[in-house]
């Protein structure tokens, strides 16, 4: 085996971070070498004093390498009165390997008998520069021969001379150049074609990510006037209720001190009779003889009745009943306010609307549109049917809900499972995970085509969903006459689910969720 040539002095004076000749070169303790600027700027930018190579920490202080530096600098000036030394490079034939065909299109042919060491130096290595033209391939030559290489080694996977090598060649399979470079190009055309595939995968991701900034900010806005409005709506309530009570209670100290006020005037006036009373009995007492004697009987009379009325007592309830105004008012308050406020035990997801569904600001009813919604197509949007779900699934439990479906002339409601297909084409049956009711053109059916027969057209369904027990149930409310039962043994989390077509001419436009009527059974 031939022995391999060493690298060209170049390799030695070449810095590993900028590729050019040494300027001002450092050497670190693990015998790498760098420009010192180029080091320093590493080191800046990856916050570490670690070698670019090896990265083995450097604790030295740097200085130049003089006898590097004049190396360096002795061989860039010699390669700037001489190009022609760049080709100077040493190349070995290569080796058997399973490279890359663009690395087997280097040829190198066996260096011829020199009588010198110093002739190894002028082997010249045909590798090609990078080309832009593609036709290029097809030029490389043996520089022994100078001869166009024309034939392919499957064994070795790179091209060879037919002139100096083909001896080497024995039992192994030659094939035209051109035909091996056609054979590569049909391999790598699937490859191609699976990238621009993926390219456009990622090129739809990333408008869709596009798309979904600006509604973003669409649903912050929406959602913060919602909020804000509902908000405006407690504080209406909560202000006016505040009135209210602050009204009652100055009415209730205006009563009492009316009271007290008219107790005070009456206690003034007896008090006045008292004091005269009393006055005339003193001036009596200070009388003598027959003088006293004719006016105490008319003081005594005056005196008694005087005493006869009973003793005056405070008034009860004259205070502020305080407690009536601050016990448990918050509770009090929150109860009134619950009279006052809806609940429904259904909340729609806007995010798996379909494009052309609309929903209210309050997510509890959804209409067919005529036009279609500019709305990311995000993966938990429905984007073949018009469907949408309920926000909240389940996985346990018994839960219902009713749905105001009025003289609507098409509409699916029921549940389906969280996995359920959101993309393909798929009809809303129990075999694809969605559990329901469907009504059009004035029929019922259950998702399989069996049609149901109901006494009468309710306007109200009531879907009941026994997760534990395996049940849907649907009811005519009114009554709770049973519609039809789903039996289904369910291992996923279950989501309310609704599909509405075009209203028409129908009164009832949107399909509206409710809570559990009154006069119903309701769900444990």
């Known amino acids: 085996m031939a022995e391999e040539n060493p690298p060209p002095l170049k390799h030695y004076l070449t810095c590993n971070v900028c590729t050019e000749i040494f300027k001002d070169p450092v050497s670190l303790g693990c015998h790498h070498s760098f420009c010192s600027s180029c080091l320093q700027d590493f080191w800046a930018q990856a916050e570490n004093k670690n070698c670019p190579v090896c990265k083995r920490k450097s604790s030295k202080d740097l200085g130049v390498n003089f006898s590097m530096k004049e190396l360096a600098e002795s061989y860039a000036g010699r390669q700037r009165s001489d190009p022609s030394d760049e080709a100077q490079v040493v190349c070995p034939k290569p080796s058997k390997r399973s490279a890359s065909f663009d690395e087997a299109l280097v040829v190198c042919p066996k260096p011829s008998k020199r009588s010198a060491p110093s002739d190894e130096a002028q082997v010249v290595c045909t590798e090609p520069s990078q080309r832009s033209d593609p036709s290029d391939e097809a030029q490389v030559v043996c520089t022994e021969h100078l001869k166009d290489i024309k034939w392919f080694c499957k064994e070795e996977q790179r091209a060879v001379c037919h002139v100096c090598e083909f001896p080497h060649h024995q039992g192994h399979t030659l094939v035209p150049l051109e035909e091996q470079v056609q054979e590569l190009k049909q391999q790598l055309r699937p490859d191609l074609t699976a990238l621009q595939a993926r390219r456009s995968r990622h090129q739809e991701l990333e408008e869709t990510y596009e798309a979904m900034v600006p509604h973003l900010k669409k649903q912050r806005v929406k959602t913060e006037r919602r909020i804000r409005a509902e908000f405006e709506q407690l504080h209406r309530f909560l202000r006016e209720e505040e009135e209210a009570r602050v009204e009652a209670l100055g009415e209730e100290e205006e009563q009492k001190r009316k009271r007290i006020l008219l107790e005070r005037k009456t206690l003034q006036e007896q008090i006045r009779s008292l004091s005269e009373g009393l006055s005339a009995v003193e001036a009596d007492l200070q009388k003598d003889g027959l003088s006293f004697l004719s006016a105490s009987t008319r003081s005594r009379t005056s005196a008694r ?45 806007p995010n798996t609307a379909a494009r052309w569904l609309s929903l209210s600001d309050d997510l509890t009813s959804v209409r067919r549109m005529d036009v279609t919604q500019k709305v990311p197509n995000n993966p938990e949007r429905f984007s073949q049917y018009a469907e949408v779900l309920g926000s909240e699934g389940f996985s346990s439990g018994e839960h219902c809900w009713e749905v105001e479906v009025g003289d609507h002339p098409l509409w699916i409601i029921g549940v389906a499972k969280e996995s359920v297909d959101r993309r393909g084409e798929r009809p809303a049956s129990p075999d694809n995970g969605i559990w329901c009711l469907f009504y059009t053109s004035g029929k019922y059916t259950q998702g399989t085509g069996q049609t149901l027969t109901l006494k009468r057209t309710p306007e109200r369904i009531r879907v009941q969903l026994d997760y534990d ?56």
């Open 469 to 524: 027990g395996g049940k849907v149930s649907f009811y005519d409310p009114e009554d709770m006459t049973l519609i039809y039962t789903h039996q289904h043994t369910f291992t996923d989390n279950i989501f309310p689910h609704f599909s509405v077509g075009a209203a028409g001419e129908a009164r009832t436009k949107a399909l509206r969720v409710c809570g559990v009527s009154s006069h119903t059974k309701s769900c444990k």
């Open 305 to 349: 009745a005087l005493l006869s009325g009973s003793d005056p007592q405070l008034l009860p309830g004259a205070l502020l009943d305080e407690a009536k105004h601050l016990g448990n008012l918050a509770h009090r308050v929150w109860e009134e306010m619950g009279q006052r406020t809806t609940f429904s035990p259904v909340t729609l997801d």
